[in-house]
Structure formats: structure tokens, C-alpha cells
């Protein structure tokens, strides 16, 4: 599977973004799918999952009841939107292919897409 992330941008601290990641080859409604971020100097982190039966969505403490991931197998796309943003989500995002919590277990990686949050 193929994936390419978009929606990034600039935005002020408190403002939105929706970022989504688009699938193409087969299978995507089977694998579960992840956001992971790297801020400049810092390692890559965990963002937020959602399995394919998207039945246990998990998200980082830092983003949780601010993040929503949420996918449309049929469009063959995963989201997350991003609301009330700080400056310390500034990060190149990450889509991904495959399950839990560690960008080790996640095989198929996008090209990541910015986000800057200005203060």
C-alpha cells in the first residue's frame, strides 16, 4: 500500500487543522493505520491509531480530547483532525500502516506533511 499524507500548513495556537492520508494499492480496509510526528531535533513519536474494525482507538496523552483520528475505508483515506492547537505540536506528521503504538511495527510509511503552530 502507498500512502501520501496532506493538509498541513501554518496556524495559530487554538486554531485546526485536518490532515488526511490517502491510500492507494489493496488492502488498506485491513490494516490498522497511525499518525506519528517529528519536531525538529526530537524523536519520531506516536500520535494516534485506529485499527482496521477501528473498534480501540488510541491516542497519545499529549493529544488526547484535542486529536480525533477517524478513516473512510470505502475512500480509501484515514484523518486527523487536530483541534486546538499548541505550539508544541509543530512536527513533520506521518501516516502509516499497521498496529499499535511503535513506529516499529508499522510497515508502509507516507511522505510526511508540516504542521506549524505559531504562539
Known amino acids: 500500500v502507498q500512502l501520501q499524507a496532506s493538509g498541513g500548513g501554518l496556524v495559530q495556537a487554538g486554531g485546526s487543522l485536518r490532515l488526511s492520508c490517502a491510500a492507494s494499492?489493496?488492502?488498506?480496509?485491513?490494516?490498522?493505520m497511525g499518525w506519528f510526528r517529528q519536531a525538529p531535533g526530537k524523536e519520531r513519536e506516536f500520535v494516534a491509531t485506529?485499527?482496521?474494525?477501528?473498534?480501540?482507538?488510541v491516542y497519545a496523552d499529549a493529544v488526547k480530547g484535542r486529536f480525533t483520528i477517524s478513516r473512510d475505508n470505502a475512500k480509501k483515506t484515514v484523518y486527523l483532525q487536530m483541534n486546538s492547537l499548541k505550539p508544541e505540536d509543530t512536527a513533520v506528521y506521518s501516516c502509516?500502516?499497521?498496529?499499535?503504538?511503535?513506529?516499529?511495527?508499522?510497515?508502509?510509511w507516507g511522505q510526511g506533511t508540516k504542521v506549524t503552530v505559531s504562539s
Open positions: 494499492g489493496r488492502g488498506f480496509s485491513t490494516y490498522g
Open positions: 485506529i485499527p482496521w474494525r477501528q473498534d480501540n482507538i
Open positions: 502509516a500502516a499497521g498496529v499499535g503504538t511503535s513506529w516499529r511495527r508499522y510497515h508502509y
